[in-house]
């Protein structure tokens, strides 16, 4: 299993955004992070810093944690294209149709695998992949 460091995930970031403007050759899981990079413009600036790989994000002090956010939507991605866990698919397809924009959707998604994981984290216990289906479902019919 893939297991990067932080170093080693947020350089990832830094350089496929930096080889996609670059317009050099990029892998595929490349070219998904850079779309989702994209998709993000008040990420653009901090990304293209190569010191905002060892800078800190705190949410004590109201910051979103940009290389957080982008790993999510990057599993996020994952979890869609083989419908893991089963039905994550088909409560996505709901918020999309209730929300009417792609990029909205998914952070429904990743709102509710956040809460997933903060969850799991707080009892020290497996990742709830039922709660986080319906999490994703309830959010569909808000």
Not at 45 to 63: C, I, N
Not at 110 to 122: K, Y
Request: net charge negative; glycine share 2%; aromatic share 8%.
């Amino acid at each position: 299993m893939f297991d990067p460091s932080r170093e080693q995930a947020r350089t990832f970031f830094v350089d496929a955004w930096r080889k996609h403007r670059e317009r050099t050759v990029l892998t595929p899981l490349e070219q998904i992070a850079a779309d989702l990079v994209e998709q993000h413009p008040e990420y653009h600036k901090l990304l293209e810093d190569p010191e905002a790989v060892e800078r800190d994000f705190s949410p004590e002090d109201g910051q979103i944690n940009p290389f957080l956010h982008l790993s999510l939507h990057l599993a996020i991605h994952e979890q869609l294209s083989i419908d893991q866990p089963p039905g994550l698919r088909a409560a996505y397809d709901a918020c999309l149709a209730y929300r009417g924009d792609r990029h909205a959707a998914l952070h429904d998604v990743l709102e509710c695998l956040g809460e997933t994981i903060w969850r799991a984290q707080r009892d020290r216990a497996p990742l709830d992949a039922l709660a986080y289906v319906e999490c994703v479902r309830r959010r569909a019919a808000s």
